[in-house]
């Protein structure tokens, strides 16, 4: 596609039903978007939280060159990336594989670092007939669904997040007997734990949210369970 005509289409958003998510179309990710383009991508992705880019067949260079293009690549620990692109992991499962679902528990993705990432980019090779949905949940309108008390019992708090209950040296992983095709890198690195707010302000919607999942929260500072 030529460059300038690149540059002036418009794209479509097609927002869910419910108001979270949209689908996105009237642009090539295989290219380089021009700045307008990408602020319009932008803008939809902090109104809807999640955007789907349906019919793009990108190679894996044409992923990591669209992801340089929201951000720089993030830092995985815990999980061995592919072959020559240490920015991609592969999340497969071979038809006969016994071992539980990877990333079945909710979560958001690495919360157990100082600064997670803003974004995670899921690209489908090979999608089963039945099954093999990735789901999203709406944690801002969770956060508006409270009263007003409990956001007051919340605001101050703090949750800490860690990877040990999945990739701890005692955590799920390191108990697997089952074979996996995924390399997954159990370390004691995981074992340490943070902080973050319990309910986070979007930076460019203002929106408040919780920050909180059972898969990397493992408890909040000052309260017992």
């Not at 479509?12 to 949209?22: L, R």
């Not at 101050?156 to 990739?167: D, F, G, I, M």
């Not at 919780?210 to 309260?223: A, H, Q, R």
Request: aromatic letters at 8%; hydrophobic letters at 40%.
């Amino acid at each position: 596609m030529d460059q300038a005509l690149a540059g002036a289409s418009r794209i479509a958003v097609a927002p869910q039903s419910t108001g979270f998510g949209a689908e996105i179309t009237g642009l090539d990710l295989s290219q380089q978007l021009s700045p307008a383009t990408l602020a319009e991508v932008k803008s939809a992705w902090a109104a809807h939280s999640v955007v789907a880019f349906p019919d793009q067949p990108l190679s894996l260079e044409a992923l990591e060159a669209f992801t340089l293009q929201i951000g720089p690549f993030g830092i995985d620990p815990f999980i061995k990336p592919m072959a020559g692109h240490p920015n991609v992991l592969e999340l497969r499962r071979e038809p006969d594989e016994k071992a539980k679902n990877f990333g079945a528990g909710w979560h958001s993705d690495w919360s157990f670092q100082k600064e997670p990432p803003a974004a995670t980019l899921l690209r489908s090779e090979v999608t089963p007939p039945v099954g093999g949905d990735t789901l999203f949940a709406d944690c801002a309108r969770a956060y508006e669904a409270l009263s007003d008390g409990m956001k007051a019992l919340l605001a101050p708090l703090k949750a800490v997040h860690s990877a040990t209950r999945a990739y701890g040296t005692q955590g799920v992983f390191a108990k697997e007997t089952e074979a996996r095709t995924m390399e997954i890198v159990v370390s004691a690195e995981a074992d340490k734990s943070l902080t973050h707010p319990l309910v986070r302000t979007h930076p460019v919607t203002g929106r408040k949210a919780l920050f909180v999942s059972p898969t990397y929260t493992v408890g909040i500072e000052g309260l017992t369970f």
